[in-house]
């Protein structure tokens, strides 16, 4: 596990980090630590879902790519750190938002 950003309020950490070729053929899944809490997560961008439901239709998963769900799921304008980073501190400031309800706290994480 590797920590990819820090900052005072939070940390990231995951086991690859997000290359700069072939962008719509990736996501990532990250671990959030926020206020001594830990929570999992997953990232994509809308064409990294399309190139997975376009696979999906060929290889005939998930009803030949008709669908496509994942839990604890955030939605990137680009797949970048600086996006990722952006989002989760947007939620984090947005009273209205609630982390617990967006991403799955992982109990005993360490």
Same mark, same amino acid.
């Given at each position: 596990?590797?920590?990819? %950003?820090?900052?005072?309020?939070?940390?990231?950490?995951?086991?690859?980090?997000?290359?700069?070729?072939?962008?719509?053929?990736?996501?990532?899944? #990250? =671990?959030?630590?926020?206020? @001594?809490?830990? #929570?999992? @997560?997953? &990232? #994509?961008?809308? &064409?990294?879902?399309? %190139?997975?439901?376009?696979?999906?239709?060929?290889? @005939?998963?998930?009803?030949?790519?008709?669908?496509? =769900?994942?839990? /604890?799921?955030? *939605?990137? /304008?680009?797949?970048?750190?600086?996006?990722?980073?952006? &989002? *989760?501190?947007?939620?984090?400031?947005?009273?209205?938002?609630?982390?617990?309800?967006?991403?799955?706290?992982?109990?005993?994480?360490?």
């Amino acid at each position: 596990m590797k920590i990819i %950003y820090e900052s005072e309020l939070f940390y990231i950490e995951t086991h690859h980090e997000i290359q700069v070729v072939k962008v719509e053929e990736q996501n990532i899944d #990250f =671990w959030l630590t926020v206020n @001594g809490k830990t #929570f999992s @997560g997953s &990232a #994509f961008t809308l &064409a990294n879902i399309q %190139y997975l439901m376009t696979k999906d239709n060929r290889t @005939g998963e998930s009803a030949f790519g008709s669908y496509f =769900w994942c839990a /604890d799921m955030l *939605i990137l /304008d680009q797949m970048t750190l600086e996006c990722l980073v952006k &989002a *989760i501190t947007d939620i984090l400031n947005d009273e209205s938002l609630d982390m617990e309800r967006i991403l799955t706290q992982v109990v005993n994480y360490y």
